[in-house]
Protein backbone atom coordinates (compact mmCIF):
# COMPACT_ATOMS: atom_id res chain seq x y z
CA UNK A 1 0.00 0.00 0.00
CA UNK A 2 2.85 2.53 1.25
CA UNK A 3 4.57 1.81 -2.62
CA UNK A 4 1.32 2.20 -4.37
CA UNK A 5 0.65 5.72 -2.78
CA UNK A 6 4.26 7.22 -3.14
CA UNK A 7 3.82 5.81 -7.20
CA UNK A 8 0.91 7.69 -6.77
CA UNK A 9 2.24 11.17 -5.47
CA UNK A 10 5.21 10.74 -7.62
CA UNK A 11 4.40 9.96 -10.98
CA UNK A 12 -0.10 10.14 -11.23
CA UNK A 13 -0.92 13.39 -9.20
CA UNK A 14 -0.96 16.46 -9.32
CA UNK A 15 0.74 18.42 -6.41
CA UNK A 16 -2.59 20.07 -4.97
CA UNK A 17 -4.40 19.01 -1.57
CA UNK A 18 -6.38 16.03 -1.37
CA UNK A 19 -8.72 15.07 1.40
CA UNK A 20 -9.00 11.45 2.29
CA UNK A 21 -12.19 9.45 3.87
CA UNK A 22 -12.13 6.18 4.98
CA UNK A 23 -15.32 3.88 5.03
CA UNK A 24 -15.03 0.86 7.73
CA UNK A 25 -17.67 -1.45 8.19
CA UNK A 26 -17.44 -4.80 11.18
CA UNK A 27 -19.33 -8.13 11.89
CA UNK A 28 -21.44 -9.78 9.26
CA UNK A 29 -21.59 -6.60 6.75
CA UNK A 30 -17.78 -6.65 6.23
CA UNK A 31 -17.93 -10.54 6.02
CA UNK A 32 -20.08 -10.39 3.39
CA UNK A 33 -18.81 -7.19 1.79
CA UNK A 34 -15.74 -9.45 1.29
CA UNK A 35 -17.58 -11.82 -0.74
CA UNK A 36 -19.71 -10.05 -2.36
CA UNK A 37 -17.93 -8.36 -5.35
CA UNK A 38 -21.29 -6.35 -7.21
CA UNK A 39 -22.47 -5.42 -3.84
CA UNK A 40 -18.83 -3.94 -2.63
CA UNK A 41 -19.05 -2.12 -5.80
CA UNK A 42 -22.77 -1.16 -5.61
CA UNK A 43 -21.32 0.72 -2.19
CA UNK A 44 -18.32 2.56 -3.09
CA UNK A 45 -20.18 3.72 -6.03
CA UNK A 46 -22.65 5.07 -3.33
CA UNK A 47 -19.61 6.37 -1.52
CA UNK A 48 -17.81 8.21 -4.02
CA UNK A 49 -20.62 9.52 -5.72
CA UNK A 50 -22.19 11.26 -2.28
CA UNK A 51 -18.41 12.32 -1.22
CA UNK A 52 -18.66 14.06 -4.79
CA UNK A 53 -21.73 15.51 -4.17
CA UNK A 54 -20.80 16.91 -0.32
CA UNK A 55 -17.11 18.71 -1.94
CA UNK A 56 -19.45 20.25 -5.15
CA UNK A 57 -21.83 21.52 -2.01
CA UNK A 58 -19.20 22.94 -0.48
CA UNK A 59 -17.32 24.81 -3.47
CA UNK A 60 -20.75 26.14 -4.23
CA UNK A 61 -21.18 27.80 -0.50
CA UNK A 62 -17.87 28.64 -0.42
CA UNK A 63 -17.84 30.31 -3.74
CA UNK A 64 -21.36 32.30 -3.32
CA UNK A 65 -22.01 30.22 -6.38
CA UNK A 66 -26.18 29.58 -7.60
CA UNK A 67 -24.99 25.99 -9.27
CA UNK A 68 -22.03 23.75 -9.37
CA UNK A 69 -23.54 20.49 -11.26
CA UNK A 70 -20.98 21.06 -13.90
CA UNK A 71 -18.23 20.73 -11.28
CA UNK A 72 -16.73 16.68 -10.82
CA UNK A 73 -14.38 16.09 -8.51
CA UNK A 74 -11.39 13.33 -9.50
CA UNK A 75 -11.23 10.34 -7.01
CA UNK A 76 -9.36 6.96 -6.29
CA UNK A 77 -10.94 4.56 -4.22
CA UNK A 78 -9.07 1.77 -2.81
CA UNK A 79 -10.83 -1.16 -0.98
CA UNK A 80 -8.30 -2.84 1.68
CA UNK A 81 -9.67 -6.53 2.51
CA UNK A 82 -7.94 -7.43 5.67
CA UNK A 83 -6.06 -5.96 8.87
CA UNK A 84 -2.79 -6.15 10.54
CA UNK A 85 -3.27 -10.10 11.66
CA UNK A 86 -5.02 -10.81 8.16
CA UNK A 87 -8.25 -10.65 9.37
CA UNK A 88 -11.10 -9.97 6.67
CA UNK A 89 -12.00 -6.02 7.45
CA UNK A 90 -13.27 -4.11 4.46
CA UNK A 91 -13.31 -1.07 3.91
CA UNK A 92 -12.69 2.01 1.76
CA UNK A 93 -9.86 4.56 1.57
CA UNK A 94 -11.36 7.24 -1.18
CA UNK A 95 -9.35 10.18 -1.87
CA UNK A 96 -10.70 13.17 -3.73
CA UNK A 97 -9.10 16.53 -4.52
CA UNK A 98 -9.76 19.27 -2.08
Not at 74 to 92: E, K, N
Amino acid sequence: MCETAALWVERLLPAVGYRQWVLSFDGPMAVRLGYDASLLRAVCRVFTARLSQQLRRAAKRHHQRPAMSRLHAGSITVVQRFRSDLGLYVHLRATLRA
